[in-house]
């Protein structure tokens, strides 16, 4: 498994930018989908972005879309979330995850997709 350490959370005022960081460990990252997800208090996990490691293709989900980049560099072993924009509704902890060797035609957007994760970072927007 891809050891996972997210960075780069903080307070932000609403329409303004933060880019979240993922340092991964191991040998084993650029063959490793990656993806990010996020929880609001009260509510389940929910997925917000992934990239293929065979392809850097991207999938959003549809309230981040326009607004949020994902990005890796598997040099650095390192995964990216820039977000633009932001709005009280992005308020969560946001969570990296990893799954290795996956080579399936489609988007992984669920939990249970990954089998690695970070320990999280807290995003606040005020409202």
Partial sequence: QVQLVESGGGLVQAGGSLRLSCAASGR??????????????????EFVATISWITDNAYYADSVKGRFTISRDDAKNTLA????????????????????????????????????WGQGTQVTVPS
Avoid: H
């Fill in 28 to 45: 084993t990252f650029s063959s490793t989908t990656m993806g990010w997800f996020r929880q609001a208090p009260g509510k389940e996990r």
């Fill in 81 to 116: 979330l820039q977000m633009n924009s932001l709005k009280p509704e992005d308020t969560a902890v946001y969570y990296c995850a990893a799954r290795t060797y996956y080579r399936g035609s489609y988007y992984l957007t669920r939990v249970e997709d990954y089998n690695s």
